[in-house]
T-cell receptor, first 113, second 111 residues
Framework: DTGVSQNPRHKITKRGQNVTFRCDPISEHNRLYWYRQTLGQGPEFLTYFQNEAQLEKSRLLSDRFSAERPKGSFSTLEIQRTEQGDSAMYLC???????????FGSGTRLTVV | AQTVTQSQPEMSVQEAETVTLSCTYDTSESDYYLFWYKQPPSRQMILVIRQEAYKQQNATENRFSVNFQKAAKSFSLKISDSQLGDAAMYFCASGNYQLIWGAGTKLIIKP
């Protein structure tokens, strides 16, 4: 297993366009998380899945954001009608047990122009 | 609200010396874990060390150790024999499955 994989690594989009990111977790990990990180800050929770079920979603997340994890494998994060404030690094992580912590992917850097 | 505070935006240390990074947290959970992660420039977040809150014994991983003071809600990271490769942002996190993160401490290693 090569770890958590995120694609694309970088995405530049015009304001108002939709974007979709993909995350492939470690295969035996049943939990998958999406976080957003802006420069100089720690990760901010967006949502998380246990298998295919989305268990929690941040109240800070607008309706423009949606995430799926079909069949409990890879996950996608879609942002509709992007705004400049959406520019950030989007991090995906997976885990098996809470005590072991997360394994992170390399992130997708989104720039909205 | 649950919070994690890292009061040192930046720390510097001479190579081979010891440095301690501070972290305090506030949580209403009875069952939680504490973590230190390292994020080198333009690279992914890597787990450095973890601590179960129900364990009194401080965790140690090679040159990295923690000072966990549960009553004070303090979880500091000590790096011994600092190396150039230790230069990175260090994040403290607290929680169970969903983690709350501090703003990070930038560690600079002086050769």
């Amino acid at each position: 297993d090569t770890g958590v994989s995120q694609n694309p690594r970088h995405k530049i989009t015009k304001r108002g366009q939709n974007v979709t990111f993909r995350c492939d977790p470690i295969s035996e990990h049943n939990r998958l998380y999406w976080y957003r990180q802006t420069l100089g800050q720690g990760p901010e929770f967006l949502t998380y899945f246990q298998n295919e079920a989305q268990l929690e979603k941040s109240r800070l997340l607008s309706d423009r954001f949606s995430a799926e994890r079909p069949k409990g494998s890879f996950s996608t994060l879609e942002i509709q009608r992007t705004e400049q404030g959406d520019s950030a690094m989007y991090l995906c992580a997976s885990s098996l047990e809470a005590a072991r912590g997360y394994t992170f992917g390399s992130g997708t850097r989104l720039t909205v122009v | 609200a649950q919070t994690v505070t890292q009061s040192q935006p930046e720390m510097s240390v001479q190579e081979a010396e010891t440095v301690t990074l501070s972290c305090t947290y506030d949580t209403s959970e009875s069952d939680y874990y504490l973590f230190w992660y390292k994020q080198p420039p333009s690279r992914q977040m890597i787990l450095v060390i973890r601590q179960e809150a129900y364990k009194q014994q401080n965790a140690t991983e090679n040159r990295f150790s923690v000072n966990f003071q549960k009553a004070a809600k303090s979880f500091s990271l000590k790096i011994s024999d600092s190396q150039l490769g230790d230069a990175a942002m260090y994040f403290c996190a607290s929680g169970n499955y969903q983690l709350i993160w501090g703003a990070g401490t930038k560690l600079i290693i002086k050769p």
